[in-house]
T-cell receptor, first 113, second 116 residues
């Protein structure tokens, strides 16, 4: 089983609509969670960190469900510029140092006019 | 504050040659990660280094690949005797990581390696 799993999509979303997708992680010791976006195989860029209480940044809302071991991302009022691959990232603390950032394979979102 | 700098951006090597990829982390960052992205695939973790230490190399192929992060200078990912299957984008990321951790990683623009 992969450590971080995502629905690859693509999610085809009309401009202005809402889209949401999840990411599941297998290691219950995971402690840090992030959403990154990657455009056309350029470098990944941080979209937002995901906090236990859930957090919102403009049109983007991230949620964490530790009991079921998944995080979610919701995009409201989709823009054409939101078209990208969204990467779920988790990290866990090792005994005396932080571990690697583990990436999901990404969820592709295509916003159409 | 300059971001994570990787060079070269593009690298072409013939089969059997060596490839050296360099990564200078953001100022103040002492943790470096290398990832590989094959065409049409996601990012795969290769190695996690701190200054002069390899913390986690569980994603590194057993042969031909090595990485270092010396006390001075950039982190180097070295691939010896390259084969066509090594053609990929190699991304480096850095993180400041403190004792309480939890900070995100920042990525360089990547090195596109093409083996001909």
């Amino acid at each position: 089983r992969k450590e971080v799993e995502q629905d690859p999509g693509p999610f085809n979303v009309p401009e202005g609509a809402t889209v949401a997708f999840n990411c599941t992680y297998s290691n219950s010791a995971s402690q840090s969670f992030f959403w990154y976006r990657q455009d056309c195989r350029k470098e990944p860029k941080l979209l937002m960190s995901v906090y236990s209480s859930g957090n919102e940044d403009g049109r983007f809302t991230a949620q964490l469900n530790r009991a079921s071991q998944y995080i979610s991302l919701l995009i409201r009022d989709s823009k054409l510029s939101d078209s990208a691959t969204y990467l779920c990232v988790v990290n866990m603390k090792a005994t005396d140092s932080w571990g690697k950032f583990q990436f999901g394979a990404g969820t592709q979102v295509v916003v159409t006019p | 504050n300059a971001g994570v700098m990787q060079n070269p951006r593009h690298l072409v090597r013939r089969r059997g040659q060596e490839a050296r990829l360099r990564c200078s982390p953001m100022k103040g960052h002492s943790h470096v990660y290398w990832y590989r992205q094959l065409p049409e695939e996601g990012l795969k973790f290769m190695v996690y280094l701190q200054k002069e230490n390899i913390i986690d190399e569980s994603g590194m192929p057993k042969e031909r690949f090595s990485a270092e992060f010396p006390k001075e200078g950039p982190s180097i990912l070295r691939i010896q005797q390259v084969v066509r299957g090594d053609s990929a984008a190699y991304f480096c990321a850095s993180s400041p990581r403190t004792g309480d951790g939890g900070t995100e990683a920042f990525f360089g623009q990547g090195t596109r390696l093409t083996v001909v």
